[in-house]
C-alpha cells in the first residue's frame, strides 16, 4: 500500500508533553467499527464498563532503560566526535545494536568514549568498539563491559530516550524517570516504553479486578526503531527492525482459556500485540514463544489473537497507525484521528489513549 494514505496533519498543540495527573484521568476515545456510534469519548477510568468478566487484559511488563548514551569517537592520532547513540537490541553479554548519529563519518575499529564524568562506572568511563555497520546509522557496539556489570555502567552514565518529539521541544528530567515507565514495569531491557500502560494505576487495577477482568503479562523489550519513520514510498519496501520478545507456557495457557470459554483478549498496546500475533498458530492458539520478532502489521493483515486493543495515538505515516488502520479500517481510523485531532485528544507516548475493537472480518 502506498504510505501517503497513512498520512494526516497534526497540530503541535495535540503532541503531550506531560502525562496527565493522575494517569489514569487521561481520555480514551472507543472505536467501534460497524457500530453506531462509531466513537465515544470516554475517560480510561471507564475501561471497566467497557469489558465484560472473563476478559483478559494483556500487558507489556518491559521495563525502560536509560539507553541514550553520549560520548566522544576517538581514532588513532587523537581525532575525536560527539556521537550521540541509542541502544537499540542486545545481541550478547557485551554487544548492542545501537543508532548512532551522526552515523555515516564512523567507521569499523572506531572506539567510542562514553561516561567521562567520573561518577560513572569503574574509571569513570564506559568504552566501546564499532565492531560493524548496517544501514539507516545502525551500528554495533562491543563494550569492554559485559553482563552485570555493562548494565549497571549504562544505567549510570545513560539517560532516558524520550522521543524525538518530546526531545526537541524539552529536556529530559528526573520527573520522566518515573514518568515514562508502567507501574508494573519489571523485565529490564527495553528503550522505549509500552506507553499504552502508562495510564494504569493500582486503582485502576483493583477497579478491573473487581469487575472480573484478568491480566497476564507478556516482554517485548520495545527497540529504538519504534521511532523511525517510513521513509519508503509503498509499505512493502519497509523494513522492520527486530524486538525481543518472550510469551510464558503459563500466559499462553491461561490466555486459551479466556478464548475457549468465550471471553477476550485485549491487548493493552501495539508492542503486546505484536508479540500475541508472533506467538499465534493459524488457529489462533497462542503457543509459548521466544525469541526475535519482525512482524510487519498492515491493512489486509489476518488477525489471529487480539480481540481489542487500548493503543495511545501514533504518528503519521508510523507503522503504528498502520498496525491500528488494519485493526479497525483504514477510513474508521481515520475518521477517529480527525475527531480527536478536532476535539483536543493529547497524542503520542504521553498523550491520551483509545479502546479499538477489532473490524468485522
Not at 84 to 91: F, G, K, Q
Not at 137 to 157: N, Q, S, Y
Not at 257 to 262: D, F, I, K
Request: charged share 25%; proline share 7%.
Amino acid at each position: 500500500m502506498r504510505v501517503d494514505l497513512f498520512n494526516f496533519h497534526l497540530p503541535d498543540e495535540n503532541i503531550a508533553l506531560r502525562p496527565a495527573s493522575p494517569r489514569d484521568s487521561a481520555r480514551m476515545l472507543i472505536v467501534r467499527p460497524g457500530h453506531d456510534p462509531v466513537l465515544a469519548d470516554r475517560s480510561v477510568r471507564d475501561l471497566p464498563d467497557m469489558l465484560r468478566p472473563g476478559d483478559a487484559l494483556v500487558f507489556n511488563d518491559t521495563r525502560v532503560i536509560p539507553a541514550q548514551l553520549e560520548g566522544q569517537r576517538v581514532r588513532e592520532g587523537g581525532t575525536e566526535l560527539p556521537v550521540s547513540t541509542t541502544l537499540h537490541m542486545r545481541v550478547g553479554p557485551e554487544r548492542w545494536k545501537v543508532f548512532a548519529r551522526p552515523g555515516k563519518r564512523i567507521k569499523v575499529g572506531d572506539r567510542i568514549l562514553f561516561g567521562h564524568s567520573g561518577d560513572a562506572c569503574l574509571l569513570g568511563t564506559l568504552n566501546a568498539t564499532v565492531e560493524s555497520k548496517g544501514e539507516g546509522g545502525e551500528i554495533t557496539l562491543l563494550f569492554d563491559l559485559a553482563g552485570p556489570a555493562l548494565d549497571e555502567a549504562i544505567m549510570t552514565v545513560g539517560h532516558i530516550p524520550l522521543p524525538p518529539y518530546i526531545a526537541d521541544k524539552r529536556p529530559e528530567d528526573e520527573r520522566d524517570r518515573q514518568d515514562y515507565q508502567t507501574i508494573y514495569a519489571r523485565e529490564e531491557g527495553a528503550v522505549a516504553a509500552p506507553t499504552a500502560g502508562l495510564h494504569f494505576t493500582p486503582e485502576l487495577f483493583a477497579a478491573l479486578e473487581a469487575a472480573g477482568v484478568e491480566r497476564h503479562f507478556v516482554t517485548l523489550h520495545v527497540g529504538a526503531g519504534t521511532f523511525l519513520p517510513v521513509k519508503a514510498e509503498d509499505t512493502t519496501e519497509h523494513k522492520m527492525h527486530s524486538e525481543i520478545g518472550y510469551v510464558g507456557p503459563e500466559t499462553a495457557e491461561a490466555l486459551n482459556a479466556v478464548r475457549a470459554r468465550g471471553g477476550r483478549i485485549v491487548s493493552v498496546g501495539t508492542t503486546s500485540l505484536r508479540l500475541l500475533e508472533s506467538a499465534a498458530a493459524e488457529d489462533g492458539t497462542i503457543l509459548p514463544w521466544s525469541g526475535a520478532t519482525d512482524i510487519f502489521i498492515t491493512p489486509g493483515y489476518r488477525f489471529k489473537a487480539v480481540d481489542m486493543l487500548m493503543t495511545n495515538f501514533h504518528l503519521p505515516k508510523s507503522t503504528l497507525f498502520m498496525l491500528v488502520s488494519a485493526f479497525s479500517g483504514l477510513e474508521t481510523m481515520r475518521s477517529a484521528y480527525d475527531h480527536a485531532i478536532g476535539t483536543g485528544y493529547r497524542f503520542y507516548s504521553y498523550g491520551d489513549s483509545s479502546l479499538l475493537f477489532r473490524k468485522p472480518e
